[in-house]
C-alpha cells in the first residue's frame, strides 16, 4: 500500500470519502466563508458573510447568521467552520466568561485550554473570532489563542487572507472609519473568494457605550 493511500482521508475515515458521508474535514470547513474584524481608534466592526457551501459546488444557503453576541451582549463573536461545532464552542465560552466576566483572554484561555485537552473538543471544526471594548482574539481550529497584530485586523475563513490585505491596505487611509475599512475589505474579498457571498452581517462596538443592563 502506499504512502498516500495509507494516509487519505478515505483511508482513514472507512471505505467512503468524507465527502460522501457528509463529514468535512477541518480544512475544509475552515474554508467557506470570511470573518473579518477590524478595530480603529475606539470602534471595533465585526463583519461575516452569509454563503454556506456544501462540497465545492453547491451554495446550500445564502442567508446565515455567522456573528453572535454573547455574555450580555459584552462580546462579538464570528465563526467559520462547522455551525454546530461553533455554537458548542461558543456554549463553553458563555461559560468561561461567566467565570472570568471582566478578562476575556483569561476566558478564552481557559476555553483553549479545554479544546485542546478534551478527545472531544479536539475534534471540533471551527475557528472563531472573539472582541469586545478593549480586545480582540482569534481562537483557531487547533485550540491556540492568537491575538492580532498592532493594526487590530483578524480574519479567517476562507477569503480571510484577502480581507486581511484589503483592510491593511486601507487602514492607513485619512477618513476611513472601522467601519468604511470593514465594509470595502469585505467586498473585495468577496469578490474574490467563491465559497463566500456578498450578503453581509455586520456588528459594531465602540469603546464609549453604555454597558448593557444586565440580565436577569
Avoid: H
Avoid at 454556506?52 to 455574555?71: C, F, H, N, P, Y
Avoid at 476566558?107 to 485542546?116: F, G, I, M, T, Y
Amino acid at each position: 500500500m502506499s504512502f498516500f493511500r495509507r494516509f487519505s482521508p478515505s483511508a482513514v475515515r472507512g471505505v467512503c470519502p468524507s465527502s460522501y458521508l457528509g463529514v468535512t474535514t477541518v480544512a475544509t470547513a475552515m474554508r467557506n466563508t470570511t470573518i473579518l474584524c477590524v478595530r480603529k481608534g475606539d470602534t471595533v466592526v465585526l463583519m461575516g458573510d452569509k454563503q454556506v457551501t456544501l462540497g465545492e459546488r453547491l451554495v446550500a444557503k445564502s442567508t446565515a447568521k455567522k456573528l453572535r453576541r454573547i455574555a450580555n451582549d459584552r462580546v462579538m463573536v464570528g465563526f467559520a467552520g462547522s455551525t454546530a461545532d461553533a455554537i458548542n464552542l461558543l456554549e463553553r465560552l458563555e461559560g468561561k466568561l461567566a467565570e472570568f466576566p471582566t478578562d476575556l483572554k483569561r476566558a478564552c484561555v481557559e476555553l483553549a485550554k479545554d479544546w485542546r485537552m478534551d478527545r472531544i473538543l479536539r475534534k471540533l471544526e471551527a475557528s472563531l473570532i472573539v472582541c469586545d471594548k478593549l480586545e480582540t482574539l482569534e481562537i483557531d481550529g487547533s485550540g491556540n489563542v492568537i491575538t492580532p497584530e498592532a493594526d487590530g485586523i483578524v480574519a479567517i475563513g476562507s477569503g480571510g487572507a484577502y480581507a486581511k490585505a484589503a483592510a491593511r491596505a486601507l487602514a492607513d487611509v485619512d477618513g476611513f472609519t472601522a467601519e468604511a475599512i470593514a465594509e470595502k475589505a469585505m467586498k473585495i474579498a468577496t469578490e474574490l473568494d467563491i465559497f463566500s457571498n456578498s450578503n453581509f452581517d455586520k456588528d459594531v462596538m465602540n469603546k464609549n457605550d453604555p454597558a448593557p443592563p444586565e440580565k436577569k
